[in-house]
């Protein structure tokens, strides 16, 4: 596992990100990541492969909320989907899991999306999180 900091490292998880988030062009990607760094703590982190390619990404940050105790928020997460179903994407998790004990964070947190139904056994059954609430969103264009 790695953490990418510069906008070059930044670049190279373009192309697994955008299987997450395909509406992102490059450079919004970059972009956004970058700020994030700078004004949420984000952090990037990503999985390779014996071959060097990355084939796991996470981006995760602090989640500062009244209901939490000090809590570490997954924004992303994706593995490559050739490569599903082959025990990286636990593995990997579990790799930021230990980080953020190390770290002094109680909990972790994520959302996903109601149409990710592989993502959410894997998140219960594989990861042992626990289905608490619904994210609600509202427009504002």
Known sequence: MQELITSKQIQSAYKLMKELRPHLSLEEFTTKVVHQQKSMQYRLFVSYSQSQNIIGLCGVMPFFVLYRDKCLYICDFVIASHLRGQGLGQRFLQEIEE????????????????KREEAHRF?????????????FVKSLK
Do not use: D, P
């Open 123 to 135: 998140y219960e059954k594989k990861m042992n999180f626990q289905k608490t609430s619904y994210v």
């Open 99 to 114: 980080m953020a004990k190390k770290e002094g964070y109680l909990q972790i947190e994520l959302s996903s999306s109601f």
